[in-house]
Nanobody
Framework: QLQLVESGGGMAQPGGSLTLSCVAA????????VGWFRQAPGKEREAVAC????????NVAEAQKGRFAVIKDNARRKVFLLLTNLKPEDTGVYSC??????????????????WGQGTQVTVSS
């Protein structure tokens, strides 16, 4: 069972930045593609970004392109989600997820087998 733990959430002002981390508790992530998803109160979960197991392929949801980025450090068993130019509508619980694949990655939450508990991001002035 892969255990994922997110950190780095908190409060930010509009236009600010945060870096979220996702770490695997007891193994490396080099066999897994990792996705980031978020859920705002009263809204459906939505995809934010994903990264392939090698870290060479990334995909960011259209609404976040140019503001968010995802990188992977397999040696440190971590994946980072870089949030810049934050907006109030970015507020929500951000969760990382993983599935074992030799292919790229996916913004479809249904393919992911493992999920972290999430970290809260609040953007407010």
């Amino acid at each position: 069972q892969l255990q994922l733990v997110e950190s780095g959430g908190g409060m930010a002002q509009p236009g600010g930045s945060l870096t979220l981390s996702c770490v695997a508790a007891d193994r490396t992530l080099d066999l897994y593609s990792v996705g980031w998803f978020r859920q705002a109160p009263g809204k459906e979960r939505e995809a934010v970004a994903c990264i392939s197991r090698s870290g060479e392929f990334t995909n960011v949801a259209e609404a976040q392109k140019g503001r968010f980025a995802v990188i992977k450090d397999n040696a440190r068993r971590k994946v980072f989600l870089l949030l810049t130019n934050l907006k109030p509508e970015d507020t929500g619980v951000y969760s990382c997820s993983a599935f074992q694949t030799s292919y790229k990655c996916s913004l479809n939450s249904a393919v992911y087998d493992y999920w972290g508990q999430g970290t809260q991001v609040t953007v407010s002035s």
